[in-house]
């Protein structure tokens, strides 16, 4: 049976104890936390506590900041590794598996004017590779993992398939980061989507789901069998969490992921 997980956004409820009783009934077996910046995920250590007294299943928690890890400027740069860093040890704290993020989002795209980044190659994989290395060895001593998610090419123009991410991890050389994969960003930037999770099934640790369009699985054109397929042929034994936008009735549209995704992956 595929275990399925949906971010705390996507739930109807004002508390995390509501959103698990909502996801519960609609198959799912775990709440993905969201880590907001400013260090606000630290800040949220006593309900998340709580919540796990009260039986909430919290693996993950996918970032979400306004600067990464992989940031131009120095003091941003520094800020991102701090921040991730308390992730790590808050999602840690509440018995959680680890936390994903990219190396940035929205800073630069090859494929869009002024098309060449400020920062060459070379120097790009030295800061990614400092980076991945710090937060993998903090992520280790806290018992966690660091996932690295690549983006598609209009989002970051570092880290865009799993080859690339693949190759950054290997070259760090521990076993706390691991790449955290995306169907939708996999949609857009692998020849093969399968292949690729076949690729590098040794440094896979979490994934994501969304369909071809960002909104919930089945309401795009992925090919889920193949995808799914090839996450099974691996033995990936995570969550597949859902996080995307949602299209008809929120509610009704969240609901229907779990049961999607059972049957295509059958």
């Not at 800040?43 to 796990?52: F, Y």
């Not at 929205?106 to 190659?121: D, I, N, T, V, Y």
């Not at 590779?129 to 570092?158: C, I, K, Q, S, W």
Request: aromatic content about 8%.
């Amino acid at each position: 049976m595929l275990k399925t997980a949906a971010q705390e956004q996507l739930l109807p409820g004002t508390s995390l104890q509501d959103k698990w009783d909502f996801a519960q009934q609609a198959g799912y077996d775990a709440v993905e936390l969201r880590g907001k910046g400013d260090f606000h995920f630290a800040s949220r250590l006593d309900e998340l506590k709580q919540a796990r007294k009260d039986g909430v299943v919290m693996p993950t928690v996918c970032v979400d900041m306004l600067h990464f890890f992989g940031a131009f400027d120095e003091d941003r740069r520094r800020d991102a590794l701090a921040q991730m860093k308390s992730q790590l040890t808050v999602i840690a704290e509440v018995g959680g598996l680890g936390a994903q993020t990219p190396a940035s989002y929205g800073m630069f795209s090859r494929r869009l004017p002024p098309f060449e980044p400020p920062r060459s190659e070379a120097e790009d994989r030295d800061v990614l590779l400092a980076g991945l290395a710090e937060l993998g060895e903090h992520a280790r001593r806290e018992g966690v993992t660091l996932f690295l998610e690549p983006l598609n090419r209009y989002e970051d123009h570092m880290v865009n398939r799993l080859e690339q991410a693949a190759d950054l991890i290997r070259a760090v050389g521990l076993d706390s980061v691991k790449i955290g994969v995306d169907s939708y960003h996999m949609n857009i930037e692998e020849a093969d989507p399968a292949a690729a999770i076949l690729a590098h099934a040794d440094v896979i640790g979490h994934a994501q789901v969304s369909d071809s369009n960002r909104f919930q699985p089945g309401a795009g054109h992925l090919d889920w069998p193949a995808w799914l397929g090839a996450l099974h042929a691996i033995g990936y034994d995570g969550c597949l969490a859902l996080e995307c936008r949602l299209t008809g009735d929120p509610a009704e549209a969240v609901r229907s992921v779990p049961a999607f995704l059972q049957r295509s992956g059958a």
